[in-house]
Nanobody, 125 residues
Framework: QVQLVESGGGLAQAGGSLRLSCAASGLTSTYAMGWFRQAPGKEREFVAAISRDGGSMNYANSVKRRFFISRANAENTVYLQINNLTPEDTAVYYC???????????????????WGQGTQVTVSS
């Protein structure tokens, strides 16, 4: 079965950096991937997405120029580099896989078919 496992979260100071990883297994082909986050008391929101071949990326306006998504298809892994962390980045971060061939990237969580369990990122000021 499909499994997505996030790692790399933790406690960090404002201004610091983290790199989140999402290891995928059980996928029958290369899927478009996305990262979402959910802060306490808030709805889950789109963060970034990357196409199957890694050539197209899509970012939420709130994270542009600080967050960078990438992937290593040979290792079935997707990354999210987070720079210049702020307390507002505190959230559970989820990776997700979109199997629809018609989607290059998607900002819509309902387009994603598989989800990881999430990794907690906590940023102290």
């Amino acid at each position: 079965q499909v499994q997505l496992v996030e790692s790399g979260g933790g406690l960090a100071q404002a201004g610091g950096s983290l790199r989140l990883s999402c290891a995928a297994s059980g996928l029958t082909s290369t899927y478009a991937m996305g990262w979402f986050r959910q802060a306490p008391g808030k709805e889950r929101e789109f963060v970034a997405a990357i196409s199957r071949d890694g050539g197209s990326m899509n970012y939420a306006n709130s994270v542009k120029r600080r967050f960078f998504i990438s992937r290593a298809n040979a290792e079935n892994t997707v990354y999210l580099q987070i720079n210049n962390l702020t307390p507002e980045d505190t959230a559970v971060y989820y990776c997700a896989a979109d199997r629809a061939l018609s989607h290059i990237t998607s900002r819509n969580q309902w387009d994603y078919n598989y989800w990881g369990q999430g990794t907690q990122v906590t940023v102290s000021s």
